[in-house]
């Protein structure tokens, strides 16, 4: 979303602040993504040891937490078609009779 400045320009908003106010599973994919990177170099041999091995243990958490979230994400989308098959099937039976006629 560009911000408008006072002289009638506009300025995109900076790379921190598009970070800062992103969503969880995205930052959460941003972090997984550059800790395996480097727990990639490390195995090549362009990171050392203490570095490596911090990296790939944040990269093993990260996953553990994304497949978690991905978990959650997929229930809370199950619980809306849910009710949403629910909602649409209470219109389309039909509607007992309030009396039965004898």
Same mark, same amino acid.
């Given at each position: 979303?560009?911000?408008?400045?006072?002289?009638?320009?506009?300025?995109?908003?900076?790379?921190?602040?598009?970070?800062?106010?992103?969503?969880?599973? /995205?930052?959460?994919?941003?972090?997984? +993504? *550059?800790?395996?990177? =480097?727990?990639?170099?490390?195995?090549?041999?362009? $990171? %050392?040891?203490?570095?490596?091995?911090?990296?790939?243990?944040?990269?093993?958490?990260?996953?553990?937490?994304?497949?978690?979230?991905?978990? /959650?994400?997929?229930?809370?989308?199950? +619980? *809306?078609?849910?009710? =949403?098959?629910?909602?649409?099937?209470?219109?389309? $039976? %039909?509607?007992?009779?309030?009396?039965?006629?004898?």
């Amino acid at each position: 979303m560009p911000l408008s400045s006072t002289k009638g320009k506009v300025r995109e908003q900076p790379l921190m602040h598009k970070l800062l106010h992103a969503s969880p599973p /995205v930052l959460l994919d941003l972090v997984c +993504g *550059i800790s395996d990177d =480097a727990a990639t170099c490390y195995k090549l041999g362009l $990171l %050392p040891d203490r570095l490596g091995v911090q990296a790939e243990k944040i990269a093993d958490w990260c996953w553990f937490a994304s497949t978690l979230v991905g978990l /959650v994400e997929v229930g809370v989308e199950y +619980g *809306i078609i849910n009710s =949403a098959i629910r909602d649409s099937m209470s219109y389309a $039976l %039909p509607k007992p009779p309030l009396c039965i006629l004898i």
